[in-house]
């Protein structure tokens, strides 16, 4: 079956800082990968998507890079801000299956 | 910014009671998603419809789990009867669907239940 997992279950950084979440994903099919973002009692946030046929995709203040060889995939975030705490969810998709959604890892900005 | 909308947004049950959650997805969405998302971990799908029509619902506990699009817009989310491990977060997502396989989905807040 297809995981999707995070390396750290909590990131802690100072307000400033840059922030670099992480994940790792199982299925070599996948074709195209979303980084949601999703606050205390809200519904998941869209970030940034990327599609397998790129290796780096920027918006703004985040950056998304992927890393096929390794099945790799980071989210960057630059100068991290208090509003960015939350739970950021990778989720990975192959052609028209599902989208399987990682455990998440919860960002804390410390001020 | 359009919206998925969903309600009510916390539901409190008992066991065995019947529950409903409804949700408008994004106007003009034609694919709309059910997930469940237990504390901590992330969603799950349940089931997914294209239009008026299930396209999968391979992990809907269909003893106990309905879900309808009729009019391939609105759709509605329904537990008869409701079990302790039901408790969780119920979240509607939307996407423009057809040949977007590979275009982000849109939730809304979800439904949070508890059943006791």
């Known amino acids: 079956g297809e995981s999707v997992g995070l390396h750290l279950p909590t990131l802690s950084v100072q307000e400033g800082d840059n922030s670099i979440i992480n994940c790792a994903y199982s299925n070599s099919a996948s074709d195209y990968f979303i980084w949601y973002k999703q606050e205390s009692g809200k519904g998941p946030q869209f970030i940034i998507d990327?599609?397998?046929?790129?290796d780096k995709r920027q918006g703004q203040r985040v950056t998304v890079l992927l890393n096929k060889t390794v099945k790799h995939l980071s989210l960057q975030i630059a100068a991290t801000q208090p509003g960015d705490s939350a739970v950021y969810f990778c989720?990975?998709?192959?052609?028209?299956?599902?989208?399987?959604f990682g455990t998440g890892t919860r960002l804390t900005v410390i001020p | 910014e359009a919206e998925v909308a969903q309600s009510p947004r916390y539901k409190i049950t008992e066991k065995s009671q019947a529950v409903a959650f409804w949700c408008d997805p994004i106007?003009?969405?034609?694919?709309l998603y059910w997930y469940r998302q237990i504390l901590g971990q992330g969603p799950e799908l349940l089931v997914q419809f294209q239009d008026e029509s299930v396209v999968d619902d391979s992990q809907l506990p269909k003893d106990r789990f309905s879900a309808e699009r009729l009019k391939g817009v609105d759709s509605t989310l329904k537990i008869q009867p409701a079990e302790l491990g039901d408790s969780a977060m119920y979240l509607c997502?939307?996407?423009?669907?057809?040949?977007?396989?590979?275009?982000?989905?849109?939730f809304g807040n979800g439904t949070r239940l508890t059943v006791t």
């Open positions: 997502a939307s996407s423009p669907g057809g040949d977007g396989w590979s275009s982000p989905l849109h």
């Open positions: 990327i599609r397998s046929n790129m």
């Open positions: 989720a990975e998709k192959s052609g028209a299956n599902n989208l399987f």
């Open positions: 106007s003009g969405h034609a694919t």
